[in-house]
């Protein structure tokens, strides 16, 4: 069945509804004026195979899109730009969001191409509604942290790298520039497997964080079309329990306390036990106490935590408060230390070095351009399609 132009037309204005472009700016874009592009959306002007072209990835969709028998949706798409407050008026973040649509379609048209396996991706999807508030949000993101590291088989022992760990699970992973008030986004769609980007701006250390941040979407959050998560919605719900899933995913609270247990604190000053023999008698009690102070965690203590568990010293030290493991006063002092410039020179002495993510490349970049070399050495794209 041919298409036809007022058909055409139909989908390519629904296409650019979605993204929340206007007439104007899709025309500029393309480099026609915008009375052209209404006549085209109108049905009353053919659209060249160029501006077709450019039109598709404009809108992140795929050129076959608009000339198949039946046109979809794209409400995932729709959704998330509908659902996010701002979205529409940055145009930096709807080309970031588009781009990566398109690559990410990209890349699965080149595996369909080379006839590789499958990508299935094996991460669980946990069937929760938002939590009505930031309490419920937290106390939900701690049990899911705790579940998935339970089904993973991680005990509680530090994660490896998160990428890595996340490409085993089936989820695609890159590191590229991003609005600098966006710290990662996650993409999700029927037609291609989850995809994780982070800012390549943001340090190293930041990006383990990050990536656990960003699975906390890809687990809970999968009918939505994706999600971005910028600085000024840290406020929000879902962002409140993705933080907290990452910091029982990267912090695991039994793996804390045996750590802080092994620096010989972490205890009470004070404890009490009754000891019973079953002779029918009363138990006896004991009573211990430790050295004053002596418990006291100090930041050469943080420093090797936060080392071990791969995680900034910042974000240990308020692990640490969660875990009631420090006092708030405590968590106060300990910020103030962590910013001091001595606190360097002491990890140096220590030989403690943040675990950041163990490479700055990107994993889907990598197996994009080794998609891209093995289909052109195959001869199934042209060489400037390679380009």
Known sequence: MTVTQKELGGRLRSARDAVGMTQEEAAARIEVSRPTLAQVEAGNRPASSLELDRLAGLYGRDIRDFLAPQFEEDEALRALFRAEPGFESSADLRDALVAWRNKGRALSNLEVLLELPQRLCTAAAYSVSLPATRWL???????????????????????????????????????????????????????QSPLIVLNSRHPPLRWRFSFAHEYAHVLLDRSRGGVVSRLEDRNEVKEIRANAFAAALLMPADGVHAFVQDLGKGSASRHTAQVYDEEGQAPVRVEGRAAPRSQDLQMYDVIRIAEHFGVSRMAMIYRLRNLRLITQPELEALKAQAEDRHTDEVAGVLGATPRAEPEPSSAFRRRFVGCLLEAYRRSLISRGKLL
């Not at 990428?163 to 991003?178: I, K, M, N, P, Y």
């Open 137 to 191: 949000a937290i106390e939900q993101g701690q049990q899911v942290g705790e579940e998935e590291r339970s089904r993973l088989g991680l005990g509680r022992a530090p994660l490896p790298g998160l990428a890595d760990l996340l490409e085993s699970q089936g989820v695609r992973t890159a590191v590229e520039e991003l609005p600098d008030n966006v710290s990662g986004m996650t993409l999700l769609g029927r037609e």
